[in-house]
Nanobody, 119 residues
Framework: AVRVEESGGGSVQAGESLRLSCSAF????????MGWFRQRPGKEREEVAR?????DVIYGNPFSRRFTASLSRNTLSLQMDSLEPDDTAIYYC???????????????WGQGTQVTVSS
């Protein structure tokens, strides 16, 4: 089975930066893609950035202006700059086993990491 772990969340002041990290653990040679999502209190889950099999990362609006995702081996980092109070959310990493991001049964979710931004 695939296992996903997030880290790097915390409490910061508006305007500061934070870097999240997500690691996936699986048998060597397995095929999957990773991505970042977030869920703000009382709101629907949002797509932040998703990696595809080409190596490209596609961002949801408007995250590309301040957020940058980068992959190194089996770790997907999310650099978040100029954080705002509205960025307060639980940030989830997910893995999609076949990289289409279509089939819900192919998702493997991490436990989430809390990001709190104060004004």
């Amino acid at each position: 089975a695939v296992r996903v772990e997030e880290s790097g969340g915390g409490s910061v002041q508006a305007g500061e930066s934070l870097r999240l990290s997500c690691s996936a653990f699986e048998y060597p040679g397995s095929h999957y893609c990773m991505g970042w999502f977030r869920q703000r209190p009382g709101k629907e889950r949002e797509e932040v950035a998703r990696m595809y099999s080409t190596g490209d990362v596609i961002y949801g609006n408007p995250f590309s202006r301040r957020f940058t995702a980068s992959l190194s081996r089996n770790t997907l980092s999310l650099q978040m700059d100029s954080l705002e109070p509205d960025d307060t959310a639980i940030y989830y990493c997910a893995l999609h086993k076949i990289c289409t991001w279509k089939e819900s049964s192919e998702y493997v979710w991490g436990q989430g990491t809390q990001v709190t931004v104060s004004s």
